[in-house]
């Protein structure tokens, strides 16, 4: 069995429209061709959806419920289509955290000036390629190299770390942290796609406890309760500037690479262009 967009399509042109004739004016097509897509979805789906008298037609229960799901397939065609064709004049671009920090602005700024055919649309995603292996970005801001080799990546830039501290914690004032100091603390990380690892620490002096996140938002709360410090990329506190929170440098800490990433099978037309203006932001 396999129904046809079409044969929904003329169900739902009979109930909207009340009767054969008037689904057949609406879908452009002949009378008979509507009642031969409503017999083929009948008989495929082995029950009677409309009853047909002399002077109206009734939905069957059944056929109210097949209406409804018809509906929603042929909306979310719709959507699909909609989708399709926005995308030759859009680009979706990924990311975990913090997108570009400081440049996030900027960049939307001079895309949207260079380039005004096709919109920027960044789009959080809590994955470790940031959207890239769901389909739902074309391009992905990453920190760290992608999971796999499906992708190509070029980078554009690094980031200095900040600790990030309750804004009542005892370091608060401190202009600067070290990573020994950092180490003897509570540190939340986020495995899944954060910037920070137990590598960023010697295996003989790492920290004291930690705290295990599962995104940055679940990240920023847990440091800013007093319950841990962390560790991220400058981004981080350029983008999550929120009351309970500070960021301090940390003086000995190695800078985060921030890297443009795409499908290697499925190159992103505008690849090229958007890495050249993130470079350029980042110099």
């Not at 602005?105 to 959080?124: N, S």
């Not at 443009?260 to 890495?275: E, F, G, I, K, T």
Request: glycine share 6%; proline share 5%; with cysteine.
């Amino acid at each position: 069995m396999s129904i046809e967009l079409r044969e929904l399509r003329c169900l739902v042109a009979i109930v909207d429209r009340g009767s054969f004739t008037d689904a057949a004016l609406e879908l452009r097509t002949s009378q008979a061709a509507v009642s031969r897509n409503l017999a083929s979805l009948e008989r495929k789906l082995g029950i009677r959806l409309v009853g047909r008298t002399t002077r109206r037609l009734d939905l069957t229960a059944a056929g109210e419920a097949v209406l409804r799901q018809a509906r929603r397939v042929l909306a979310g065609v719709d959507e699909l289509e909609r989708e399709a064709l926005a995308g030759s004049d859009r680009v979706r671009i990924g990311y975990a955290w913090s997108a570009l920090g400081r440049h996030t602005v900027p960049f939307q700024r001079r895309w949207a000036a260079a380039h005004p055919g096709v919109e920027l649309e960044l789009v959080r995603s809590n994955t470790a390629t940031a959207g890239l292996a769901d389909g739902t970005a074309d391009l992905a801001i990453l920190r760290r190299p992608p999971p796999t080799a499906e992708y190509d990546l070029v980078l554009i830039g690094l980031e200095k770390r900040v600790c990030a501290l309750a804004s009542d914690d005892r370091w608060a004032k401190r202009r600067s942290l070290s990573l020994a100091e950092i180490a003897e603390r509570t540190v939340a990380i986020d495995a899944a796609t954060g910037t920070t690892t137990l590598a960023l620490w010697p295996s003989s002096a790492p920290p004291a406890a930690i705290a295990n996140t599962h995104d940055v938002e679940d990240w920023l709360t847990t440091i800013s309760s007093g319950r841990a410090v962390g560790v991220s990329a400058e981004s981080t506190g350029d983008q999550y500037r929120r009351a309970g929170l500070v960021y301090r440098p940390v003086r000995d800490a190695p800078p985060i690479p921030v890297y443009l990433a795409w499908s290697r099978a499925d190159p992103p037309r505008d690849r090229d262009a958007v890495a050249d203006l993130l470079v350029d932001l980042y110099r």
